[in-house]
């Protein structure tokens, strides 16, 4: 299994003039470094999490369809399969008809309604989706909150090999850790 990013987000969940008020920045000096900050804090954030946060494209690799049960889509909130391509052995690809699985955005799970044929051993199947919880205005705020918080330790320890992540960014982000039981 791997996932492949096919659409980053169209923006970030914190602004620049949100992070300069954090950081307490006055100058324009830094807002490139900033900016670029902004981005490395929400995808530790979403790491951390295991989640996506603004709306963003994704496809998941599978190397074989499970014999039974659904696929679990990672990134949760599921917003959306936007294509299902199978390849067989021969490496054709065979785009499934929306109607031949079934979606459950709230449990992040497609299912396939008839068992496919034989697929070729890696690659086998390409699930394109959309996740995330919207927009940047639709990000929980505890989620902003860390990201600023992680944004701060980022911009502190600049040019040191690993800023830590703040406790305080860790506890906000505690409840959206996706768990797997």
Not at 1 to 15: K, Q, R, Y
Not at 23 to 38: C, S
Request: a negative charge.
């Amino acid at each position: 299994m791997s996932l492949e990013l096919t659409n980053p987000p169209a923006a970030e969940p914190v602004s620049l003039d949100a992070a300069k008020a954090h950081l307490k920045v006055d100058t324009g000096d830094d807002d490139a470094l900033i900016t670029a900050l902004i981005g490395a804090a929400r995808a530790r954030a979403e790491w951390l999490t295991g989640r996506a946060f603004v709306t963003q494209g994704w496809t998941l690799w599978l190397d074989r369809w499970p014999v039974d049960g659904p696929v679990t889509i990672p990134l949760p909130p599921l917003q959306s399969i936007t294509s299902l391509t199978l390849y067989g052995c021969d490496g054709d690809a065979q785009s499934v008809d929306p109607s031949a699985y079934i979606v459950d955005p709230s449990g992040g799970r497609v299912w396939l309604k008839t068992r496919p044929g034989p697929l070729r051993p890696i690659n086998a199947a390409a699930i394109a989706f959309t996740a995330g919880y919207g927009d940047a205005a639709a990000v929980p705020p505890p989620v902003s909150a860390a990201i600023l918080q992680i944004l701060a330790a980022l911009y502190a320890h600049r040019g040191d090999d690993a800023a830590p992540v703040p406790d305080a960014a860790l506890a906000l982000l505690a409840p959206y850790r996706v768990v797997k039981l």
